[in-house]
């Protein structure tokens, strides 16, 4: 798997990409304990390669407390099944790249923005403009696509100081979950944060399959058990 990042930020195509909602996750996040609160972090997987990242946007809601206000068009590059895409908060120094497990070549590469000033209770999600999109700053212009938290629930800190990271095998949810859902959220820690950004795994196509299979499977011998 490939940790990918780049330098500039393009104003790219505001198209709706229909699918992307099953092509990309937001499998990690992270609010840190370091001097500034870094590092602040927010990654991305690719379950399916992306041809231009650029449709999706990141948008926050600040305190919980709804709605979206703040919001933040990705860069215009592609990423292969399995790639990463990493956007970080906050300031960007040898330390924060370290702990997320970048070398020291990388650290000159890292996309950062004010969105992901966040704290541990803001709501993060990612989005595509849908038909009313004009200029992306309504959330109604949007449609979400996968989040980090409940959406409107709130000034609660349900993740601060902390390392997030996606249940393997979970599907994205717009409505928000929290841990016991599809994040496990511990405390934040240098050591811990370097073990777990850029682990997550796609589940190959063929598992897919299989599971399909299964489940057909079953389905056709619960038909023939009740006729």
Not at 71 to 84: C, E, I, N, R, W
Not at 130 to 147: A, K, L, W
Not at 160 to 178: E, F, K, L, M, Q
Not at 181 to 198: E, H, K, M, P
């Amino acid at each position: 798997m490939r940790k990918s990042t780049v330098i500039s930020i393009l104003a790219g195509s505001t198209v709706l990409a229909s699918n992307l909602s099953s092509q990309a996750l937001i499998s990690g996040m992270v609010d840190g304990t370091q001097s500034g609160g870094i590092p602040k972090a927010m990654e991305i997987v690719a379950e399916e390669a992306i041809a231009d990242l650029s449709d999706l946007w990141i948008v926050r809601d600040t305190n919980g407390a709804g709605p979206f206000d703040t919001f933040y068009q990705l860069p215009a590059v592609s990423l292969s099944t399995g790639d990463f895409f990493y956007i970080y908060g906050g300031t960007t120094t040898d330390t924060s790249m370290t702990a997320l497990g970048f070398p020291d070549a990388d650290v000159s590469g890292a996309v950062v923005n004010s969105i992901l000033n966040w704290n541990g209770d803001d709501i993060l999600a990612l989005a595509t403009p849908n038909g009313t999109f004009t200029d992306g700053t309504d959330i109604s212009q949007f449609d979400v696509v996968d989040s980090f938290g409940v959406v409107g629930q709130g000034d609660t800190n349900f993740a601060p100081d902390s390392i997030s990271y996606r249940i393997p095998g979970t599907a994205a949810n717009p409505a928000g979950v929290t841990d016991a859902g599809n994040f496990d959220i511990t405390a934040y820690s240098d050591v811990s944060l370097q073990a777990t950004f850029g682990t997550y795994v796609v589940p190959e196509p063929g598992a897919y399959a299989l599971l399909a299979g299964i489940c057909g499977l079953m389905s056709v011998m619960l038909k023939r058990r009740r006729a």
